[in-house]
């Protein structure tokens, strides 16, 4: 199974900051995808990168698929209240036929009023 | 309609016990899984099926075993638990087939063992 180190763990700011989340791995995915859990339900996905240097944005939220296809990193403009939960990175490597997504262990995200 | 879902939402039960989790999916996907995410919010893989094929089979006990009569349905069933099988249970489903693997999630079972 192929590791995703997630950083920070956690992250605490105020309204209107800007926040940069990290997703690195050693190994090359095939795609690797950003999903947004709230408290009592499950991750909900929000973006899927799939070409290397590839620059996806939604609304305030930008990804970005690293060159080699190993690191992947979500920046959010502005950020709201309504931005607080766990933001999970997560790699596709069916490429090698296995099916399955392989998550890094989250950034909880705290966005104070 | 809910795409995932899983039932039941809480599940507190003994040391010793036997208990299932059922889930369902109604997007027509091929594969299905179960994940367990830990108090640290760590989501890891256990099981994966693909069109009722087991897939993939990560480091879990058999007491864990799942149960797939249909490509629809993926339930889980757990023998004689553990104090340590307390976290909450994920069931996702996606479509394995496509160019990149998006999964859906349920909402989750907590599972607390006493």
């Known amino acids: 199974t192929q590791l995703l180190e997630q950083s920070p763990q956690f992250l605490s700011i105020q309204e209107g900051e800007n926040l940069t989340v990290y997703c690195n791995s050693s190994s090359v995915f095939s795609s690797l995808q950003w999903y947004r859990q709230e408290p009592g339900e499950g991750p909900v996905l929000l973006v899927t990168v799939v070409t290397g240097g590839e620059v996806k944005k939604l609304k305030r939220l930008t990804f970005q698929f690293g060159d080699a296809r190993k690191d992947s990193s979500l920046h959010i403009t502005a950020a709201q209240p309504g931005d607080t939960g766990l933001y999970l990175c997560?790699?596709?490597?069916?490429?090698?036929?296995?099916?399955?997504?392989?998550f890094g262990k989250g950034t909880k995200l705290s966005v104070i009023p | 309609d809910t795409a995932v879902s899983q039932t039941p939402k809480y599940l507190v039960t003994q040391m010793g016990n036997d208990k299932s989790i059922k889930c369902e999916q109604n997007l027509g996907h091929d594969t299905m899984y179960w994940y367990k995410q830990d108090s640290k919010k760590f989501l890891k893989i256990m099981f994966s099926?693909?069109?009722?094929?087991?897939?993939i089979n990560e480091t879990v006990p058999n007491r864990f075993s799942p149960k797939s009569p249909d490509k629809a349905h993926l339930n889980l069933h757990i023998n004689s638990l553990e104090l340590g099988d307390s976290a909450v249970y994920f069931c996702?489903?996606?479509?394995?087939?496509?160019?990149?693997?998006?999964?859906?999630f349920g909402q989750g079972t907590r599972l607390t063992v006493v």
């Open positions: 997560a790699g596709d490597d069916s490429g090698a036929g296995s099916y399955q997504l392989t």
């Open positions: 996702a489903s996606s479509q394995a087939q496509s160019s990149n693997t998006e999964a859906f």
């Open positions: 099926y693909n069109n009722k094929e087991l897939i």
